[in-house]
């Protein structure tokens, strides 16, 4: 049953949701090299889709009613290379709920000029990033002065995320 009926299934039965859980998830242990387009995509449906419609309907019905609680599972699996288990797909599909819960939470609106210009306040640097901006990291990456790195992270947001 999708999110969508489910949550119009369970506020016709009862009338309110006040909590849900996002927990499906599904994994297969093939190698990210042979890993099947049409499994990827199932399991992508299943635990990022899955969960964020789950939630989205959820909050739909929680917001007019003044509130409820929604729970994301995640795994471990965002934040470490589970191993030996050849799960490559799994691992990413779990890291959008790290963001996710705080995403959520926060009022969204469509990016405006007036959002744009809060936004630019926001960041150190005082203007919103060009794609020429991320060229002197990309180069770096590319070349032979990362070689020595793996899985990093490198930040280029004009220091937006240190506030």
């Not at 009926?5 to 309110?16: K, P």
């Not at 630019?120 to 901006?133: A, Q, V």
């Amino acid at each position: 049953m999708c999110a969508v009926s489910a949550g119009g299934r369970v506020m016709d039965t009862f009338g309110r949701v006040d909590s849900v859980v996002a927990s499906a998830g599904i994994v297969e242990n093939y190698s990210a090299f042979d890993y099947p387009f049409d499994r990827i995509k199932r399991l992508y449906d299943i635990n990022v889709h899955g969960a964020f419609f789950t939630a989205r309907e959820a909050a739909r019905n929680m917001i007019p009613q003044g509130g409820g609680s929604i729970v994301l599972v995640g795994s471990m699996s965002a934040n470490i290379v589970n191993i030996p288990q050849p799960q490559t797909p799994y691992n990413a599909a779990k890291l959008p709920w790290l963001h996710a819960h705080q995403a959520l939470r926060a009022p969204s609106s469509p990016t405006t000029r007036s959002s744009t210009k809060t936004w630019e306040s926001l960041t150190p640097m005082g203007r919103m990033g060009e794609p020429e901006d991320l060229a002197g990291a990309i180069v770096f990456l590319a070349s032979d002065a990362s070689r020595f790195m793996t899985g990093s992270e490198v930040r280029v947001d004009g220091g937006y995320c240190i506030i």
